[in-house]
């Protein structure tokens, strides 16, 4: 710990196993890591999921960039060096959460294909989705929910994704979204299937009644 | 998320409340955070509390300096001000994980009241608990499991703690346990107690029984 020479580091395994979390939660720690234009529904499709899997008795946890970037984040600005790093430290941190045992869900454009290989890595093995919510931007541009693109488009932004700045796709998402297409609540449940079908959170058994019965 | 100007962050608090956390996991998510000197015992007991605790079916997790120093804080040195960035991210992680529900325990040296004072203001209110491994720096350099003390002695480490550089002991810590006269297992035992004592976890029941029996 804090040890003053980085030639005296040794990787801690901890003594509680990964299985022995997973006895204790009933589920296997991963990263749902969402990506996609601003407007495209990553906000609303993970708290959605993180309700749905916290009511079926899953601990999931929602990495919210705004939060971070009063707390962990609160020293970077907007630089593209600094939105990079941003990322790379949301990537870490999603990859400890799913370390402990947590569905971490993490929701950010994050337009790179690095930024997202580099989360990938930092995730325990196996255990990252990537979902793409692959939505035309017209359509993301006509819903604006936070009126990013109509200030963008004013020239009040600069950089923003989809307008000056690229957004690169995901090539092979582990999931595929179009919420133009969807609701909210058909995302969601497409992603669970994803999930259980993963092996990640237990099977749909009559509404998740009988895990919240034995959890609660 | 992932906005481009600071002044559209709002904070968006989850939808899954802390209660509903607490109910989910039957424990409330806290900081337990272990200071003292190098060999004062951090890791030993850091280790053996997040064993007591998973054994009767709570969930912890050890962030682990060592391995911080290879992710999260792979670009940090040993700088004062990387090693005071290095507490700060490690303040707001685990701030983050009792935000999820978890009891996160962090054992670092953390020799400087700010940043001690910064990683509490960074967990959830009212759930940190600042541990003092409060051992006279003899003992620690006696026991110098590491080999770190000689080294320092010897020279070949610079700014190192309660040698070169020095430690400001904790004014009035939560729990303050002095493994120069108490066993490991003593240790954490008086650490579990003081846990149950603030409700962050359930009362000791027939050691942890009848928890582990629902929970698995």
Wanted: glycine letters at 10%.
């Amino acid at each position: 710990m804090d040890e003053p020479r980085s030639r005296y580091l040794t990787w801690e395994s901890s003594r509680v196993t990964p299985e022995q979390r997973e006895r204790l939660l009933g589920q296997q720690g991963c990263v749902v890591w969402l990506t996609g234009l601003s407007g495209s529904g990553k906000s609303t499709i993970s708290r959605l999921l993180e309700r749905r899997l916290v009511d079926s008795g899953q601990l999931a946890y929602v990495l919210d960039g705004d939060n971070l970037r009063q707390g962990l984040n609160a020293d970077l600005g907007f630089s593209p060096e600094d939105r990079a790093e941003n990322i790379r430290r949301i990537g870490h941190v999603a990859g400890l959460l799913a370390d402990a045992g947590l569905v971490a869900i993490a929701a950010f454009i994050s337009p790179y294909r690095e930024g997202r290989r580099c989360a990938r890595r930092a995730a325990p093995a196996g255990r990252f989705v990537e979902v793409f919510l692959d939505v035309p931007v017209e359509v993301c541009e006509e819903r604006d929910p936070k009126g990013l693109y109509r200030k963008a488009r004013a020239g009040e932004l600069s950089d923003f994704t989809g307008v000056q700045a690229p957004y690169e796709p995901p090539e092979s998402p582990e999931v595929r979204i179009d919420t133009s297409t969807m609701t909210p609540e058909e995302s969601v449940e497409h992603l669970l299937h994803a999930l259980r079908e993963r092996g990640f959170v237990p099977p749909d058994t009559a509404g998740g009644d009988r895990v919240t019965r034995t959890r609660r």
